[in-house]
């Protein structure tokens, strides 16, 4: 079944302790993103990656990093989490590296709350 | 910088009426609009829309994009509580894909 999978899907973590969500898409996309959804905010692109060693910042980056060294896997990593960076978080991947053509499809999401 | 707004925020309805839902843009480089539902977990993909003029359709959900004006609307005719969810309108400009901040649509029985 063609999918992104993101794990853990739920996390409760502590202020500094460096953590890793994974993304995971069998679909052999090119485009793959990462996006937070905060009441009131919407959705907010963080990085996204055109291809395996490609990365980029979007609208928040501070506060995260991201890595493509293989096409399927792009994880976001918190080196020393915030309570601000408490929130929902979605992968999403889209086939082409020309993205507008094809639309992007998500994770299921991964709740992330840092006391 | 880039734009996307929707509107209504939220919206209350009965079962059977028809929805219009609104999305305005301001974004350099357009490419492609798209719509999602986004139900208590993952967006959900509807539409994308890159010509205007064109509507797309499935089943009762239909929408249409106007590049000259800079907006998009999303129809549901017959609405059905299944429908109740919220409704993201997404812009791609460049290489990132800019969301609005949805509008929350509730079908009561």
């Known amino acids: 079944e063609a999918q992104v999978t993101q794990n853990p899907r739920y996390l409760i973590t502590v202020t500094g302790k460096k953590l890793t969500v994974t993304c995971s898409q069998n679909m052999n996309h090119e485009y793959m993103s990462w996006y937070r959804q905060d009441p009131g905010l919407g959705l907010r692109q963080i990085y996204y990656s055109m291809n395996v060693e490609v990365t980029d910042k979007g609208d928040v980056p501070e506060g995260y990093k991201v890595s493509r060294k293989e096409k399927r896997n792009f994880p976001l990593i918190l080196e020393s989490p915030s309570p601000n960076q408490t929130s929902l978080y979605f992968c999403?991947?889209?086939?082409?590296?020309?993205?507008?053509?094809?639309?992007?499809?998500f994770g299921n999401g991964t709740r992330l709350t840092v006391t | 910088e880039d734009k996307v707004v929707q509107s209504p925020l939220s919206l209350v309805v009965h079962e059977g009426d028809t929805v219009t839902l609104n999305c305005s843009y301001e974004v350099t480089n357009f490419r492609s609009l798209l719509w999602y539902k986004q139900e208590k977990k993952a967006p959900t993909f509807l539409f994308m829309l890159t010509s205007s003029g064109i509507e797309k359709k499935s089943g009762r959900l239909s929408s249409i994009l106007d590049k000259k004006e800079l907006f998009s609307i999303l129809n549901i005719t017959a609405t059905q509580t299944g429908d109740s969810a919220v409704y993201l309108c997404?812009?791609?400009?460049?290489?990132?894909?800019?969301f609005g901040k949805g509008t929350s649509l509730l079908v009561t029985p």
């Open positions: 999403a991947s889209s086939l082409t590296q020309g993205v507008g053509n094809s639309p992007l499809h």
């Open positions: 997404a812009v791609f400009s460049g290489y990132a894909l800019n």
